[in-house]
């Protein structure tokens, strides 16, 4: 069965203090991995995709990578309004999507 | 910018009524548009796949009565939330198929309250 399963569900930082939010799938022909942001009350918003492992994409404070069992979102030196729920989400090569259930990111000033 | 516009972005009703979600791609035609579900820190739960000018398909588990949906137009799809119970109480948001890099694009969601 296609899953997506993220970890930690939760992540505290202070600001600057930079980290790692784990996506790991099994997703039959995984045609792309995609990272969405989400914040409270929001529908999410696109960040990045990756289609290959080896691949890495990045935008300002955050970097995506992808292996053959995992994706990675480092966040490098977080500032508080980085703090959101970031999803991660599969695409199966029927092109269902497979959501994961999210990491809640909170970075305290 | 936005491109799809969802509305309203809450709304509170008596149980018994019916409320109506409106999803528009702005700019763009989508013939296909998404409806999900999301419960309080959980993820989006597809519900059901919205289809220009068909019938809309509805994932298992789904009351096709309860949640009607058209498809009015290239550019509109709606969900009606019918005869709505406190147990329908969610956030609803809709999707449409991407653009450029994403596979959707999402509408901010609607806060469905029904007292």
């Known amino acids: 069965e296609d899953q997506v399963t993220q970890s930690p569900e939760a992540l505290r930082l202070q600001e600057g203090e930079s980290s790692s939010l784990n996506c790991s799938y099994t997703v039959s022909g995984l045609r792309g991995l995609f990272w969405y942001r989400q914040d409270p009350g929001k529908g999410p918003e696109f960040l990045f995709t990756l289609y290959s492992a080896g691949e890495e994409k990045e935008k300002e404070r955050l970097k995506a990578t992808l292996t053959k069992k995992e994706s990675f979102l480092h966040i490098t030196a977080p500032k508080p309004e980085d703090s959101a729920t970031y999803l991660c989400?599969?695409?199966?090569?029927?092109?269902?999507?497979?959501f994961g259930q999210g990491t809640t990111l909170q970075v305290k000033p | 910018g936005a491109v799809v516009s969802q509305h309203p972005s809450w709304v509170i009703c008596k149980s018994g009524t019916s409320v109506k979600i409106e999803c528009r791609s702005l700019d763009f035609q989508a013939t296909t548009m998404f409806w999900y579900r999301q419960f309080p820190k959980q993820s989006l739960m597809l519900m059901a796949t919205s289809n220009e000018g068909s019938k809309a398909t509805y994932e298992q588990g789904v009351e096709k009565d309860k949640f009607l949906i058209n498809h009015a137009s290239l550019t509109l799809s709606t969900l009606t939330v019918t005869s709505a119970h406190p147990e329908d109480s969610s956030f609803y948001i809709c999707?449409?198929?991407?653009?450029?890099?994403?596979?959707?694009?999402f509408g901010n969601g609607t806060r469905l309250t029904v007292t």
């Open positions: 999707s449409a198929p991407g653009r450029y890099d994403s596979p959707l694009h």
């Open positions: 989400v599969g695409s199966s090569n029927t092109g269902k999507l497979i």
